[in-house]
């Protein structure tokens, strides 16, 4: 598939998307979507992929659904906003949750509605400075999606997602990370170093180990502590079977740096 409104690429672990609508602060369209899904698809069939990079083109990082789009203007007949959730946000967020691989948003500009939801649903999220946040939906008297509702309250408290989402307030990626939002607000000037940084310590970790704990810390919320116990057992016997396990304690006795693989 040729990509028209994204960009991928994959190189040295690193699988990068770069969303590439700037003009429209990258906000999403059914192509868009489209092609993006298709990225997230090649990344996970990649075995050289250690690490998924998603950020934006320009000055935003997304500006949420393409609100001139005609598939959801609201027309003499009543659209169905629920289609497009089921069909293209809702397997969006779940696929990036589920991506066995470390997840890295980095938000390089405004990121408004679903784009603001699109990067909590990544695991790590760093943002530049002069970034900032807006559940904008309720400003066009929709309730937050692709998570929203699920990842405010979980990040942030009650208090504040209520704050957030009722109000749609920009807050600044400073704020956003004083209130754990995100992981990391970096100056401008240093923003890209940081984030090749992340990425590139991330391509030379234990990739199983890393899924296991993302897919642990997920699960969560949902669960018992009786439950999760069992389940870090489970991953734990799989993980100690790894070939990444045994290099990472080889290397400790060593004393050498460990060389990992990602299996
Ligand atoms: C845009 C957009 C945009 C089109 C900026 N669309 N053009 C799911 C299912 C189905 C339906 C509905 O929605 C959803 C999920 C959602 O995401 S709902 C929420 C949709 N997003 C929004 O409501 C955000 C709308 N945008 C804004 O509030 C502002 O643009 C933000 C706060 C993001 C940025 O403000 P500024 O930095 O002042 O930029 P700007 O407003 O001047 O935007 C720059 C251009 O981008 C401008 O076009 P122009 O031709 O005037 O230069 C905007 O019209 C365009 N743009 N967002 N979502």
Redesign the pocket.
């Known amino acids: 598939m040729n990509y028209e409104q994204i960009r991928y690429q994959c190189a040295s672990g690193i699988a990068r998307i770069t969303l590439a609508r700037p ?3 990258n ?2 369209t059914v192509q868009m979507h489209g092609e993006l899904r298709d990225a997230l698809a090649r990344a996970a069939a990649d075995a050289s992929a250690r690490v998924l990079l998603l950020t934006g083109e320009g ?2 990082f997304c ?7 005609r ?2 203007a609201p027309g003499a007949e009543p ?1 169905d ?1 629920g289609a ?2 089921e069909r ?2 809702a397997p969006l967020v779940l696929a990036l949750r589920e991506l066995p691989l470390p997840v890295v948003c980095a938000v390089n ?7 603001a ?1 699109l990067a909590l649903a990544c695991d790590l999220v760093v943002a530049c400075r002069s970034a ?1 946040f ?1 559940q ?2 309720c ?2 008297g ?1 309730v937050p ?2 998570g929203g509702t699920y990842f405010l309250p979980r990040l942030v408290g009650t208090a504040r997602a209520m704050g957030l989402a009722l109000l749609g307030d ?1 807050i600044s990626a400073d704020q956003a990370a004083a209130w754990g939002l995100i992981w990391l607000s970096v100056d401008d000037a240093e923003f890209e170093a940081a984030v090749e940084a992340l990425v590139g310590q991330l391509a030379k970790a234990p990739t199983r180990g890393l899924a296991a704990t993302k897919r642990a810390l997920y699960a969560s919320a949902g669960n018992t502590l009786a439950g999760q116990l069992d389940l870090e057992r489970d991953l734990q016997r799989e993980l100690g079977r790894s070939a990444d396990y045994r290099e990472g304690v080889t290397a400790f006795l060593d004393k050498r740096p460990p060389q990992f693989t990602g299996r």
């Not at 500006?63 to 789009?69: E, F, I, N, V, Y």
């Not at 500009?109 to 784009?115: L, R």
């Open positions: 003009e429209r602060l906000s999403f000055r935003g500006a949420g659904q393409d609100l001139s789009d598939a959801v659209v906003l497009s959730i293209y946000y500009g405004v990121a408004a509605g679903a784009g939801n900032s807006v904008a939906f400003r066009i929709l999606d692709s920009r």
